[in-house]
């Protein structure tokens, strides 16, 4: 199974960005839609983006859609999610996932391969 690590997580101020990356080991995403998810204190976790296999469709939350951007480059094996205008309701865990669907499932279900998470905090 395909292991997954994500990086980049900061405390940041409203309006900063972040970059958030995911760096697979042991098999190549490009089989894979990738998914970024993520976990508030206290709330369950919830789907942020998702990108299938060759790039050419991305799905957003309404909650980040025009803020966020998620990417991937399946030669280097990483995926990334782009954070512009970070507000104080963006602060969770980031989880990068995998999932042999070629669809952009807002399902955690539908992911078997799951990072141990990246801490985003942002003040107000």
């Known amino acids: 199974q395909v292991q997954l690590l994500e990086s980049g997580g900061a405390l940041v101020q409203t309006g900063d960005s972040l970059r958030l990356s995911c760096a697979a080991s042991?098999?190549?995403?490009?089989?894979?839609?990738l998914a970024w998810f993520r976990q508030a204190p206290g709330q369950g976790r919830e789907f942020v983006a998702a990108i299938i296999r060759t790039s050419s469709a991305m799905e957003y939350s309404d909650s980040v859609k025009g803020r966020f951007t998620i990417s991937r480059d399946n030669a280097k094996n990483l995926g990334f999610l782009q954070m512009d205008s970070l507000q104080p309701e963006d602060t969770a865990l980031y989880y990068c996932?995998?999932?042999?669907?070629?669809?952009?499932?807002?399902?955690?279900?539908?992911?078997?391969?799951w990072g141990q998470g990246t801490q985003v905090t942002v003040s107000s």
């Open positions: 996932a995998l999932s042999i669907y070629d669809s952009m499932r807002q399902d955690r279900r539908y992911y078997a391969s």
């Open positions: 042991g098999g190549s995403i490009s089989m894979y839609t």
